[in-house]
């Protein structure tokens, strides 16, 4: 979130674009007193979309102050206050294990069905306290609800060239409540400065879960065409009761950090977390109650020597937990997600070149995906292990332009004799990308540039069946300029997809692949006021 500042500022920006998009910010800041700023933001956007009947609406306010009584403390408040609202979009489904058959526009769900709304509230208070020259404490509290609300028609099975769906109604709420406390500091010893952090973190989430579902038959499939999708061709099902889950989650973590700059090449970092937790989720429908308790400890460490001037090598190694919401097939709730995992880098800069190139072997248990027996829900993967190499390099050339390069080799793969395959969604084994960006000044004193490149996606698992469905690997170019009109009205047009690349986004399933977005173009105009 943007935070006030004591300099009076005040910027609009006005974006239009393909499949009617229309976006407008106000961002208004500066003091009201001498010790007092605020901030107001108020954004608005709306599109039809580029997926049949699924538009999209979006409001958005932000209002915020900061406190500065001297210059040792400082209090700021931040609001939030979000509404979003859409057609639920599954996508399309694979035919005859081509993730690509059918017409990217194409929706399958029911218009009539009404817009699926998101609604985002937070308020968040936070504090900073320069104790003295070395020592300084921070820390806050936080309230955030939310919800999400509506009706869909989803993809459940493939009988020819008709798509049987199951009608479902959702009715999610989540209130969390969360305070943090931190003290920062920096000794210095007789071998080298160490830079401390000590803190502890506390939140309560309770999440509510309601869900109405209905399944197909053979007597009453609920079915689209796949190739000429008709709407409202038959009556919608009534969903009826299916979930009603009450989740409970209370935390409490102590943790703690040294970093040791040892001396101008060396420096190592430890840290330690203690997690007490305690989760419920109860079935509101049966009564039933299931509860996870555990105190976990866990750790990173980490190093980095300077071997020349030119070329530093860092190493970590760490382990991780993380709660896992909601219940599965059975009713029962899941495990924490745990991991550990390192990773070796070496990097080097020189004048106008920038390199890196790291290696990494992460392994996770307890990873929530589609379940394979029944993919309307989610189930735990046993282990998960994902090693691969990332490189990294840019390059300048001369005073204007600059060359950025990546590049991913991921092998990632899971360990679970639940899944029929040991296929991992969404992950390619090859990535990257190359942009070229240019920086230049306009003869009236302010700055112009531009972008362009491509990003490459390897082909993917599209499913964890044996149906070897994968979604095929892709390139993707995009070009951006931006032009300093006057000191205070900036101009931007930007082009996505631009040779209009049919690809594959993600999946969730042979029948849930959500299809990548065409070429499209957006022109803005940000004015200073």
């Known amino acids: 979130s943007k935070t006030p500042r004591f300099t009076p500022d005040a910027v609009f920006t006005g974006t239009v674009g393909s499949f009617g998009v229309r976006r407008g910010e106000l961002d208004v800041t500066g003091p009201i007193s001498d010790s007092l700023a605020g901030r107001l933001v108020l954004a608005g956007e709306t599109s039809s979309g580029w997926r049949d009947h699924v538009g999209m609406d979006r409001t958005s306010v932000a209002p915020s102050l900061t406190w500065r009584p001297n210059d040792a403390l400082r209090l700021t408040y931040v609001g939030e206050f979000t509404v979003f609202s859409t057609l639920f979009d599954r996508g399309m489904p694979a035919v005859n294990g081509d993730a690509l058959a059918l017409p990217e526009s194409n929706y399958y769900g029911e218009p009539s069905d009404g817009p699926t709304r998101f609604r985002n509230e937070r308020h968040q208070i936070t504090g900073e306290y320069q104790i003295s020259d070395n020592w300084s404490l921070n820390g806050g509290v936080a309230w955030r609800g939310g919800s999400l ?145 555990d105190s976990p400890v866990d750790y990173r460490f980490a190093a980095r020597y300077r071997l020349t001037d030119a070329l530093t090598a860092h190493a970590s190694y760490g382990r991780s937990f993380v709660l896992n919401s909601g219940t599965g097939r059975t009713g029962a709730g899941f495990a924490p ?126 499913t964890l069946t044996t149906d070897g469905v994968r979604l095929p690997a892709y390139w993707k170019a995009k070009a951006a300029v931006e032009y300093g009109l006057t000191p205070q009205v900036t101009a931007r047009v930007e082009g996505d997809n631009l040779f209009d690349e049919r690809y594959a986004a993600s999946s969730y399933s042979a029948l849930w692949i959500f299809p990548g977005a065409p070429r499209s173009l957006r022109a803005s105009l940000r004015i200073a006021l």
């Open 149 to 293: 609300k509506g009706l869909s028609s989803d993809h459940s099975r493939l009988v020819g060239d008709t798509l049987w769906r199951q009608r479902r109604g959702r009715d999610f709420t989540v209130e969390d409540l969360s305070a943090r406390l931190e003290l920062n500091g920096v000794v210095a010893t007789g071998l080298g400065v160490h830079s401390l952090g000590f803190g502890v973190k506390a939140y309560r989430l309770t999440y509510g879960e309601k869900w109405l579902r209905i399944n197909p038959t053979a007597a009453n499939p609920y079915p689209i065409d796949l190739f000429n999708p008709v709407y409202g061709a038959v009556p919608s099902p009534t969903p009826l009761p299916f979930t009603d889950n009450l989740e409970t989650r209370e935390v409490v973590t102590l943790y703690a950090q040294d970093l040791w700059e040892v001396n101008d090449r060396l420096s190592l970092v430890a840290g330690l977390r203690w997690d007490d937790y305690s989760q419920t989720i109860r079935n509101n429908r049966t009564g039933a109650v299931g509860e996870n308790k």
């Open 337 to 462: 997600e745990e991991g550990k995992g390192y990773e070796i880098g070496l990097s080097g800069a020189w004048e106008g070149i920038d390199l890196a190139a790291t290696v990494f072997d992460i392994e996770k248990t307890n990873i929530l995906t589609s379940d394979p027996v029944d993919a309307n829900y989610l189930a735990p993967v046993g282990k998960l292990t994902s090693r691969g190499i990332e490189l990294d390099g840019s390059v300048r050339i001369g005073e204007a332009w600059q060359v950025v390069a990546n590049y991913a080799w991921t092998d990632a793969k899971a360990d679970d004799k639940a899944f029929a395959t040991d296929n991992v969604l969404n992950v390619p084994e090859h990535s990257g990308s190359l942009f070229v960006v240019g920086r230049f000044a306009t003869t009236h004193g302010t700055d112009w540039s531009m972008t362009a490149g491509a990003a490459y996606v390897g082909d993917r698992a599209a």
